[in-house]
């Protein structure tokens, strides 16, 4: 009976704490949109010297012509974004947000940087995110797939006109991710900023560097919450693991300064990617800064990748 009774405990001890993981780590908590007057930016100190240029991006963005669009994900979620029209025609941009993000937070500059190299541009609040459904994150997991949605989405709405997917953070590893997979043909490339190597690696990185826990047997908790509480399974994709499938090219940056997503990330996925690449490093520049950092150098770099035309 003893023997039970510790055994139970440690049971209810390893479920709580495997729940506390996912509240912590994927659970979304139900969300107020922006109000008119509202300008979110990133949380942290390295945001603050771009706040001006961020709220400036965002309000351009609400004044631009804009369609509200949406779809439904493979599990019954309605997914949401605004979608950009630069011309007819013109190359789209499929932009998906980082972890804990919205669209229109992480984004607006995209906006601005595709319509500059005459793109339009689909921002898309992720799943659990900004104005879509559900109260789950999955770094990628699940996210590829409402990707994927979103391009076939696209290539059936605008048949011939070349889509290319575009991601920061964990967006960026959706976009790879999703890249590994059975993309429609109109989708011609890929560009990921700021991208992890895989959901374990990020989140070991964090348990050890910003919790200061044992990130081996750490992630075991974590791991067992999304599998239990989340219902998913954190080592089923990975970014690094879907680059050697991609068939289409890619364009990886990442800021030299990243102190949350490794530089090094970035680099290591470029050399496991199998299509035709470009790995463009800004110096100095934080999570997400790239472009706010240097724009024409990223807009130089990226044009330098050659993107085909969809085939007809």
Request: with cysteine; proline share 6%; charged share 20%.
């Amino acid at each position: 009976m003893v023997l039970l009774l510790l055994a139970a405990a440690v049971v209810l001890m390893v479920l709580l704490i495997s729940y506390i993981c996912y509240r912590m780590a994927f659970y979304a908590k139900p969300r107020k949109p922006a109000g008119p007057d509202e300008y979110p930016i990133p949380e942290g100190r390295i945001y603050e010297p771009f706040r001006e240029q961020m709220v400036a991006w965002m309000k351009e963005c609400r004044s631009m012509n804009r369609e509200d669009v949406s779809i439904q994900s493979f599990d019954g979620l309605t997914l949401r974004g605004y979608f950009y029209e630069y011309a007819p025609g013109a190359p789209i941009e499929l932009m998906m947000h980082g972890y804990r993000g919205e669209a229109e937070r992480d984004l607006c500059g995209g906006v601005q940087r595709s319509f500059a190299m005459k793109r339009s541009v689909l921002l898309v609040d992720q799943r659990g995110c900004g104005r879509s459904d559900g109260h789950v994150i999955t770094f990628g997991i699940h996210e590829h797939r409402d990707c994927l949605s979103w391009a076939n989405y696209l290539a059936e709405r605008f048949q011939d006109v070349p889509i290319i997917l575009t991601g920061i953070s964990m967006g960026a590893a959706t976009v790879m991710i999703a890249a590994g997979q059975n993309i429609p043909e109109n989708v011609v490339g890929v560009i990921a900023d700021c991208g992890y190597t895989s959901a374990k690696d990020i989140i070991q990185k964090v348990i050890k560097k910003d919790m200061h826990l044992p990130p081996v047997l750490a992630y075991h908790f974590v791991k067992l919450g999304a599998k239990i509480f989340g219902g998913f399974d954190l080592d089923s994709y990975s970014p690094i693991e879907a680059m050697p499938n991609c068939k289409v090219p890619v364009f990886f940056v990442h800021g030299e300064g990243d102190n949350f997503v490794p530089c090094e990330m970035s680099d290591a996925c470029s050399k496991a990617c199998a299509a035709e690449h470009v790995f463009h490093t800004v110096p100095g520049a934080g999570h997400g800064l790239a472009y706010l950092i240097d724009p024409e150098g990223y807009k130089e770099a990226v044009a330098k990748l050659h993107f085909p035309a969809a085939e007809n």
